[in-house]
């Protein structure tokens, strides 16, 4: 792959939280038009991987591009610029609770457009239906369902008609059949528009069905990279663990029984 | 030893840390209160006018009415002392002077420290566990300038007004001791008590209090934002952001109170 042509490129991050080591030495690169899912056990890091995809944390060592500036280095300015190409799906959904819906799908094109008030309220309807919450503009977020709540925060992703979306767990959380509607709202939207996207999630289902390709991370570090099927193949005794769904005690006797076995030679 | 060596010094980190993060919040707050709005970026005005309701307007009758029992109080107490000498009409003086230098701007803090410092934490804190915080940033939006601004320029403005009402609550609640006390005629009372004030006399405590508005402002935003770890991380930076904010008003009061004695 030509580097010129990725349109998030991460190369050598390393990040610590205190002295406790997060990532380490994560090279990956984002192709244009591309989903990209990042795969792994909680606590691996892929929240921290995807703030700092944000530049909402400064790593150690390394830096971060997208399209070709790094926001390790760039101005407020330079930085909020590149920020107005992306949209963010938060874990939480992260919407403002002192705002109705369709107050806080409005905030960006409020705060940074020059647009009519009108087209504005018209641009908003058009976001809650893209993402089927049809006619709960008035509600407040405390108001809604977890489900409802990651769509809205989508909606409100999608404002700035948003080159890069970037989602934190969007399933995680949700009942198979809500689950199953998200990950179908993430399919249309590929299929729809330009969308370049990394998506973070710990469930196979989704991941095999959104990703064009996988990474998977384990302690802070990408141990698999590849297409749905390379990830199936791989022969990383973690990504098998994680594939098969084996618990972390029976992984830990096995390796012990491996050492036992080799111990005598 | 070397345990009490490392608390100290771990605490002195502590320390500079933390007023290391306040004081590049109030540069922050500073540049978009005061410089940021001259280059054209805009102040949330609306916002700020809400937050002056809540925390100026809404605090009204209880900054009210604790100065006027303090009033009463301190002309009662100064009354126990000064009638062995028989120099009970000098209560009025005491009691103007000591609201409007001391007891109106300190109460006043301290009444908003309880009130605003701890829910300004509570609100930044709720929204940094809910991700909200990450999200404005994300959208390109400054917190500061959406979140910290509005609340100061509310307190700016709203902690001289409050304080002159504390100092006028409390000069009226001496002048109930000394009327039904003392039978002291109420305009006597009230004209006395402007001979004593000297302008110098208020605008001190105006002064501190601007100093006051600005601390709490501070403390509970910078309270708020450093939330880490869900809803305990919430309650905890809500107390700490009362005690924070009424020590380091304390403080100040001490600070400006000796400058002004010996330089005004
Ligand atoms: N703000 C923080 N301070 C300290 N440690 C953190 C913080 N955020 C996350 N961590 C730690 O970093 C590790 C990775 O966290 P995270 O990226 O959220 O994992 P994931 O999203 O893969 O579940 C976890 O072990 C977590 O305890
Ligand atoms: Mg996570």
Redesign the interface.
């Known amino acids: 792959m030509d580097a010129t042509d990725a349109v998030i490129r991460i190369e050598g991050l390393t990040t610590h939280y205190g002295t406790r080591r997060i990532l380490n030495n994560i090279n990956l690169q984002v192709r244009a038009r591309e989903t990209l899912v990042l795969l792994g056990a909680s606590g691996t890091g892929k929240s921290t991987l995807l703030?700092h995809i944000?530049a909402?944390e400064r790593p150690t060592e390394g830096h971060v591009f997208i399209n070709g500036i790094d926001t390790c280095r760039a101005s407020?300015e330079e930085?909020?610029?590149v920020?107005?190409r992306?949209g963010?799906l938060?874990?939480?959904g992260?919407?403002?609770?002192s705002m109705t819906l369709a107050d806080n799908v409005a905030?960006?094109l409020r705060?940074?457009t020059k647009l009519e008030e009108s087209t504005i309220q018209i641009m908003v309807r058009m976001k809650l239906d893209l993402v089927g919450l049809t006619g709960f503009g008035d509600y407040m977020p405390a108001q809604l369902s977890g489900g409802m709540r990651k769509r809205a925060?989508l909606a409100?992703a999608l404002a700035?008609d948003p080159e890069i979306l970037l989602f934190d767990e969007p399933s995680a959380g949700l009942d198979p059949i809500t689950a199953a509607g998200i990950d179908a709202l993430i399919l249309n939207l590929k299929k729809t528009f330009p969308l370049t996207m990394v998506v973070v999630t710990h469930e196979l289902v989704s991941a095999f069905q959104i990703a064009d390709r996988i990474a998977m991370l384990h302690e802070g570090e990408v141990i698999a990279l590849g297409t749905v099927e390379e990830i199936k193949q791989a022969s990383h005794p973690r990504v098998q663990q994680f594939l098969n769904r084996v618990p972390e005690e029976q992984m830990r006797d096995r390796e012990a029984y491996l050492r036992s076995l080799t111990a005598g030679f | 030893m070397g345990s009490l060596l490392a608390y100290v010094g771990r605490g002195t980190l502590n320390f500079l840390r933390y007023t290391g993060g306040i004081a590049r919040l109030g540069k922050d707050a500073a540049y978009w209160t005061l410089w940021a709005p001259l280059r054209g970026k805009g102040i949330k005005g609306r916002a700020a006018i809400h937050q002056m309701v809540l925390a100026g307007v809404n605090a009204v009758p209880i900054v009210s009415l604790i100065s006027f029992f303090v009033g009463l109080v301190l002309a009662l107490q100064t009354a126990y002392e000064l009638r062995k000498y028989g120099g009970t009409v000098y209560v009025v003086n005491l009691v103007a002077v000591a609201m409007s230098r001391q007891l109106g701007p300190l109460m006043t803090a301290v009444i908003v420290a309880g009130r605003s410092a701890s829910s300004f934490a509570a609100e930044l804190g709720?929204?940094k566990v809910?991700?909200?915080i990450?999200?404005?940033?994300?959208?390109?939006?400054?917190k500061v300038k959406f979140l910290v601004v509005p609340k100061f320029l509310a307190l700016l403005l709203v902690m001289p007004c409050l304080t002159l009402l504390a100092d006028l609550a409390g000069i009226a609640g001496g002048s109930i001791f000394t009327l039904y006390e003392l039978g002291m005629p109420m305009g006597y009372y009230w004209t006395r008590a402007t001979e004593a004030l000297l302008l110098r006399d208020i605008l001190s405590g105006l002064i501190k209090s601007v100093v006051f508005g600005i601390i709490i402002t501070m403390v509970g935003c910078y309270e708020g934002l450093a939330v880490r770890g869900g809803a305990e991380g919430v309650g905890r930076a809500t107390t700490s952001a009362v005690v924070t904010s009424i020590t380091l008003v304390i403080a100040a009061d001490m600070f400006f109170s000796v400058l002004f004695y010996y330089l005004w």
């Open positions: 703030r944000l909402l407020e930085l909020n610029r920020r107005r992306m963010v938060f874990q939480s992260a919407l403002f609770g905030l960006p705060e940074l925060g409100r700035m | 709720t929204m809910g991700e909200e990450d999200a404005l940033e994300t959208i390109g939006l400054n």
